[in-house]
């Protein structure tokens, strides 16, 4: 007889820093004239209204880095492997956010699976278990 699985409660979480305003002029900055106005088009195009990120953004979106620890430089951002690993350790941070927005309290040990989405490409196995709190996790990963 199979199982049935249920979802009770979702909730959602995303990283502390808005950073669409300053990626669009980031990103902006580095185009020739001829080819930013193509990219200012297709970006309001794109009807992206937010983007967040786990690194707090420069202070200069025409600066020399991205981010304000000065971790992205231009011509010089860090490898997938650097990334990845950036990536482990903001990751846990978020998901207890999430599961925090729950409001489940002492009540949060029953959680078994945590469905993680991310739009970096980045995605964890889906064989990792990680504590939460009071609840030890199963985490499924999806790259959007």
């Not at 305003?21 to 195009?45: C, H, N, P, T, V």
């Not at 707090?56 to 951002?77: N, V």
């Amino acid at each position: 007889m199979p199982a049935n699985a249920y979802i009770n409660r979702i909730a959602t979480a995303v990283p502390e820093h808005e950073v669409h305003q300053f990626y669009l002029r980031y990103a902006a900055s580095m185009l020739a004239a001829d080819r930013r106005r193509i990219f200012e088009r297709m970006a309001g195009l794109a009807g992206i209204e937010h983007r967040f990120s786990c690194f707090a953004p420069a202070l200069d979106p025409e600066g020399p880095a991205a981010d304000l620890a000065g971790t992205f430089r231009r011509g010089a951002f860090p490898g997938t492997a650097a990334r990845m690993a950036m990536f482990s350790e903001a990751a846990p941070v978020l998901a207890q956010k999430a599961v925090d927005g729950l409001r489940l309290g002492e009540e949060a040990s029953p959680i078994t699976h945590l469905i993680v989405t991310s739009c970096t490409g980045f995605s964890r196995p889906a064989s990792t278990s990680t504590w939460f709190g009071a609840a030890t996790c199963q985490i499924i990963s999806s790259a959007r």
